[in-house]
């Protein structure tokens, strides 16, 4: 089984940046599709950005599309510019078997969560 542990939430100001990684352990010889999803408070959890098993694809959320880049080496890594207040969410790590060229990962098909970290954008 593999376990996923997410770093580097906080505390930023609008327009600010931020990275998030997401560590993975245990049983990862089979690459999984990888992604970010986030939870603000009141809301349901969303997708945000995804990469696939072998790293050719990636796709995002209009809402992030062109301010956060996820990327993959020996963590996931997920670079977020401009943030905005809106952006203020937990933001979950994910692991998916599926991976799709039009909607990255899907909720329901996350095999595995990281406990999530919290970024807050103050205005």
């Known amino acids: 089984q593999v376990q996923l542990v997410e770093t580097g939430g906080g505390l930023v100001q609008a327009g600010g940046s931020l990275t998030l990684s997401c560590a993975a352990s245990g049983r990862t010889d089979s690459p999984y599709a990888m992604g970010w999803f986030r939870q603000a408070p009141g809301k349901e959890r969303e997708f945000v950005a995804a990469?696939?098993?072998?790293?050719t694809f990636t796709y995002y959320a209009d809402s992030v599309k062109g301010r956060f880049t996820i990327s993959r080496q020996k963590t996931v890594n997920l670079q977020m510019n401009n943030l905005k207040p809106e952006d203020t969410a937990v933001y979950y790590c994910a692991a998916s078997r599926h991976y799709g060229l039009e909607y990255g990962l899907r909720e329901h098909l996350v095999n595995v969560w990281g406990q999530g970290t919290q970024v807050t954008v103050s205005s």
């Open positions: 990469i696939s098993g072998s790293s």
